[in-house]
């Protein structure tokens, strides 16, 4: 029986699917993590074969111990995931240590942890990237910034999701940034890239060991994640019916540039909403982020929704059989649709479920972790039509 670490499995909720299909396909799942175990999920604990509880998963040691203990009573570790952006330099290390090699090791994370290094690979398979420079102090930034001209975007290259991103329209708040950096003690390397006018699209897959597709979707995010946080705004995105083809050719040449194999990725990319000097015409597909990890939060669900299938199912097949057989379809658009507390919004939520309650799939509060990006309160929708999406979404946000 193959053996499967599950780093911090509980987080987000959704991720005992996981642990269950990995169980289902008859490997032993053994999780890691510092939740108390009694704190979890039922479903979860009938997933997982043992768990392991440590202090805080920031104590590498502490990780490291536990890794010994399993492979003392369990024998050789298969397989070490978490599934989880935070934790993919974390993983990588346990992998390296403990002479894992089914997935990214140390030496491979710089290229897909640092937005500053995707870029040589997306030159590499002909995708235009947004010019950057790594910030050290006012006057080379704003030497930069005479190059691409007012607004930039500011965050750390070495980030995940929206945390400490800045967008910047004018020399006062380019000051301004830089005595918030000094007051806060801040020590993040930061990018500083041209702003890009589009909207988010991307690429999400699980790919085999040969670095083959056996499963492609993407979804679309209308409105800027960095605003959402920002401005404590109410959130927006959808998976898409059918995967543009561009798309599609441009998240496979990732998977060619970057070397990804057994993972389940997310792509990101910037489809232009106005022509680009340097960049594009309205419509075509820039390079923005590589996430070798699902999309976060209930997304791998809203896919499951969309396409009528089970990428739990598929992703845990590619582990143990390396193929799957999970059938998809029909397909829809799904809208995660995201209200923000504090708002007085015209239709309550009785109102959403008497008027959409044949197309709502699932509804309930965000887990606090991921409420930044995504809101307070979730309402997810399936919809043959993009029309209906758009009615949905507006009638979900509509305020007094």
Partial sequence: ???????????????????????????????????PYENLSQNLKDSLH?????????????????MGYFIHKYGRIDWLESNNEYWLERDAHLRTDFNIITGLQVQDIPPIKYKSKMKSHYAECGIPAARYHLVQGYDDAKAFIDKVSYPVVVKPD??????????????????HFFKEVQATGDTHQYIMEEFVRAEVNSYDAIINSQGEPIFETGNVTPMSIMDIVNQNDNSVFYIVKELPEDIRRAGRACIKSFGVKSRFVHF?????????????????????????????GVTPDMI??????????????MIAFDHSTKPTGPDYYCIFSG???????????????????????????VQEALSGAMANYMYLANFSTKEELDRFFADSVAVW
């Fill in 1 to 35: 029986m193959k053996n499967f670490v599950f780093l911090s499995p509980n987080f987000p909720e959704n991720y005992w699917r996981f642990c269950r299909e990995l169980k289902n396909n008859g490997l032993r799942v053994l999780g890691i993590g510092d939740c």
């Fill in 50 to 66: 043992e768990y392991y509880k440590v202090d805080n998963l920031e104590n590498y040691d502490a990780v490291y111990k536990a």
């Fill in 158 to 175: 070495n980030g995940v999701g929206a945390t400490n991103t800045y967008k910047i329209a004018n020399d006062d708040e380019l000051r």
């Fill in 268 to 296: 990101e990319f910037f489809r232009l909403t106005e022509d680009m000097d340097g960049l594009g015409k309205k419509g075509d597909v820039i390079g923005l982020e590589v996430n070798l990890r699902p999309s976060g």
């Fill in 304 to 317: 499951n929704f969309a396409h009528s299938t089970d990428v739990y199912k598929i992703w845990a097949d």
């Fill in 339 to 365: 209200r923000r507390n504090g708002k007085n919004f015209r239709l309550t939520h009785q109102d959403l479920l008497n008027n959409y309650g044949y197309a709502i799939k699932m509804h309930g509060p």
